[in-house]
């Protein structure tokens, strides 16, 4: 699969941690990208050179992406709604370090669990909160996906983001197969 990493307010925020995500989604025969929502910036000294850098320059990402022929297949984002929509590029999210990541779990999960069991334990090593968020029916339960167990909100097909700020979570960045559902309703499917 191909995995979409947000420059600026994901790898930049941490580059220790999205470069250990990128290096075992390589060795797991994925392949990744990185994009910066900015007008042409340099790719970062860092990046493996397996992985291909790319800026937006505020617009759309997923528009902007396949426009190329690149169509990810996981999103990993500060600002999801930057994925589908066109952005104000100039402002660039504040990402703490630590921060609280969240995981959808069908499409994203599901598509490599040793990936994101490997990368929540580092990611929770170093400090960071890690939870699922999925859109399915909390009665639809899911096994806990990894040791030591994480936090599982099930949101029942409500958007992620609406239901989680309820409930006083307000991840910093979100990974997802469709980033289009973390800010709007979508009925029961995920
Ligand atoms: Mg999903």
Redesign the pocket.
Known sequence: MLISIDYDGVLASDPELWNRLITLSLRRGHKTIVNSGRNEISPPSKLPPETAFISTSGRAKSRHLENRGIHPDIWIDARPFSIHNDFDACLIPDTPKPAQIAI?????WTTDRELWSSFTRYAISRGNQVLIATGREKQDRIDPPVTPSIPIRYTSGMAKSDFLKNLGIHPDIWI???PALICRDFGLV?
């Open positions: 959808d779990y069908d499409g994203t997802d197969d469709k995920f």
